[in-house]
Nanobody, 120 residues
Framework: QTQLAESGGGLVQPGGSLRLSCKASGVILSVFNGSPLGWYRQAPGKERELVAVFPGRGGPTYADFAKGRFTVSKDNTKRTVYLQMNSLQPEDTAVYYC???????????WGHGTQVTVSS
């Protein structure tokens, strides 16, 4: 029932920007608004790592590499979470995944990922 669908990935030159979107379907507002929700990424040969998430309560949490460059936001009405990525560098190249921790068993939901490639 619950589905996450990412979009917005693509090829961008170093220094460029991308805006990722994640549409959450089948998620009630209380879950979308009050549950851990955000973005992870996984580069080839590396572990999946946190990028930026809303922890459920309070403001968003960012990985060190994302601070000052990336901004996570969400639209509760549209049930969509965004990741604005600026000043992209080649090391940002990865598959970016949307994540939601809901109240199901198991509670974790992942999108299928969207590829971000930063290259000249």
């Amino acid at each position: 029932q619950t589905q996450l669908a990412e979009s917005g990935g693509g090829l961008v030159q170093p220094g460029g920007s991308l805006r990722l979107s994640c549409k959450a379907s089948g998620v009630i507002l209380s879950v979308f608004n009050g549950s851990p929700l955000g973005w992870y990424r996984q580069a080839p040969g590396k572990e999946r790592e946190l990028v930026a998430v809303f922890p459920g309560r309070g403001g968003p949490t960012y990985a060190d590499f994302a601070k000052g460059r990336f901004t996570v936001s969400k639209d509760n009405t549209k049930r969509t979470v965004y990741l604005q990525m600026n000043s992209l560098q080649p090391e940002d190249t990865a598959v970016y995944y949307c994540y939601l921790r809901a109240y199901d068993n198991p509670p974790d939901y992942w999108g299928h990922g969207t590829q971000v490639t930063v290259s000249s």
